[in-house]
């Protein structure tokens, strides 16, 4: 079971947390992954930022909201011996917090090494306050430091795991607690090189933990406690109507966490989908609703779209290559170069007769895409008045997932019509020949009455 931010985010989180695997701990084997409290890694990262821009105030004043936000659980949750075993150990992190910082300031840098160190601070304490809270609800549980489990390559900031080695480690070092009957209270976000170098999994990178723990422990099921009931046909604050869906693949979330939808790390799915352990996500707030559930392949439920999301902040980025270059050597030198920058392309368009190539960016990438693609093609511009770099603002991508799209003609016809009622230009189309998602880019004023017209349309 892992718990996210939210879900850890007070004294009185903390007890409903603790009460949820105090509840699940009579009848299942549990281990479970624990996310920093909510804000906390922000607030982390914004020190760090700042100590290293020669601040040397702002993080004094965090050290002290990071001391006080988890001794105010620790005194509010914790016994007297509790207490005495864990507020040292709180200590010792907020030490290390006030000694990175102190460095940064010094030095005027942070190495992305140094920075995962730090960032994932909040996970060591609210691992330790965890495991402290359900001993203290009669639990025999141990904090334990996600370093000694995940072995990850040394992409720092957004490290992978090595899923041999990290399950070798995870059972080795889990295999005696197990045999006690102790729970292990796992700190989420972190992992560390071969070498023992902490790295963390990318931001929001704690349900990826979840997984990567449960598919290195064979575990029967893994639960993801956030604060919503589950994934939902589309985003509530676009569609008042939109409701749980009670199940889907494992396909259809992958695609639905890559285009926007918050509730899962675009990751989360891989380390358990050739085991085909299922995940739920469930709401700490409200435990008595089931949450939905996530399955190797979507067998029930009517073929059609299932679910629909959207990122209302992207560009469309126009190449043309101009006439000497054919749209493969367009094509070929457009990817080469944004995978050097690490770009993603959310969508992707040719049309081959006007040797013309359109992608959809995050708007965040954009200027950096149009600066690197506008050198790469330098030449091409000068010579060649058909050739440029034009950058259309504004973009929305709607996309309407689905597994059982596949092989159910008119469903593109259907979602068009229902834009086209509603006066909504589609600027571009997209469909993957595995036919899960179609994907439309719309001007971000429409965006809302774009989702909405395909929620309607498909009954959702
Ligand atoms: N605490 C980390 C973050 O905020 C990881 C997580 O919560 O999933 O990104
Ligand atoms: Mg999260």
């Known amino acids: 079971m892992k718990f996210g931010g939210t879900s850890v985010g007070s004294a009185e989180r903390m007890r409903n947390a603790g009460e ?83 460095g940064f300031s010094l030095v005027r840098e942070i190495t992305p090494r140094a920075m995962d160190a730090l960032s994932s601070l909040g996970e060591v304490m609210s691992a330790n306050l965890m495991a402290a809270i359900l001993r203290s609800l009669g639990i025999a549980a141990e904090a334990v430091d996600s370093t000694e489990l995940i072995v990850t390559d040394d992409s720092f900031g957004n490290a992978s795991p090595l899923f041999e080695e990290t399950t070798a480690k995870t059972r080795q070092r889990l295999a005696p607690l197990r045999k006690r009957g102790v729970i292990p209270v796992i ?99 409200n435990p008595s609703c089931p949450g939905t559930r996530i399955v190797p392949s979507a067998s029930d439920g009517p073929p059609g779209v299932k679910a629909i999301t959207s990122l209302s902040k992207a560009n469309l980025i126009m190449v043309s290559g101009g006439e000497r270059l054919s749209f493969g050597q367009l094509a070929s030198r457009v990817f080469t170069c944004l995978s050097l920058e690490d770009i993603t392309s959310l969508m992707v368009t040719q049309s081959s007769a006007e040797n013309v190539l359109c992608l959809a960016v995050h708007e965040a990438d954009s200027k950096r895409a149009k600066t690197k693609l506008e050198k790469a093609f330098e030449l091409e511009i000068i010579h060649d008045h058909s050739a440029s770099i034009d950058v259309m603002p504004h973009i929305a991508i709607v996309v309407a997932v689905g597994e059982k799209m596949k092989g159910t003609p008119g469903i593109s016809g259907r979602a068009f019509a229902a834009l086209g009622r509603r006066a909504i230009n589609i600027i571009a189309i997209a469909q993957g020949s595995s036919e899960l998602s179609i994907s439309f880019a719309v001007k971000s004023s429409d965006v809302k009455e774009a989702v909405k017209a395909i929620h309607e349309e498909f009954g959702l």
């Not at 509840?23 to 990262?45: C, K, N, P, R």
């Not at 011996?81 to 006030?98: H, Y």
């Not at 409701?243 to 891989?270: D, M, N, Q």
Request: charged letters at 20%; hydrophobic letters at 45%; one cysteine or more.
């Open 20 to 102: 949820i695997l105090a509840g699940h701990a009579q009848h299942f084997e549990l281990a479970v992954v624990v996310s920093a409290m909510g804000g906390v890694t922000d607030m982390l990262i914004r020190a760090a930022t700042q100590a290293s821009a020669g601040d040397s105030e702002h993080w004094k004043n965090v050290r002290r909201e990071l001391a006080r936000r988890h001794r105010e659980v620790a005194d509010q949750l914790l016994s007297a011996a509790e207490q005495s075993l864990v507020l040292p150990r709180l200590a010792a992190q907020v030490s290390n917090f006030e000694n990175l910082c102190s």
């Open 187 to 285: 700190t989420g976000f972190r992992g560390a090189t071969a070498e023992g170098l902490c790295t963390t999994l990318g931001r929001g990178g704690s349900d990826f933990s979840g997984t990567i723990v449960g598919s290195a422990l064979d575990a029967d099921e893994v639960w993801i406690w956030t604060d919503v009931d589950g994934v939902m046909t589309a985003d509530p604050r676009l569609v008042p109507e939109a409701r749980i869906i009670p199940g889907i693949s494992y396909r259809e979330a992958i695609e639905l966490s890559f285009f926007g939808a918050k509730v899962l790390h675009p990751k989360t799915i891989l380390p358990v989908m050739k085991k085909k352990i299922p995940v739920w996500i469930k709401n700490s707030f």
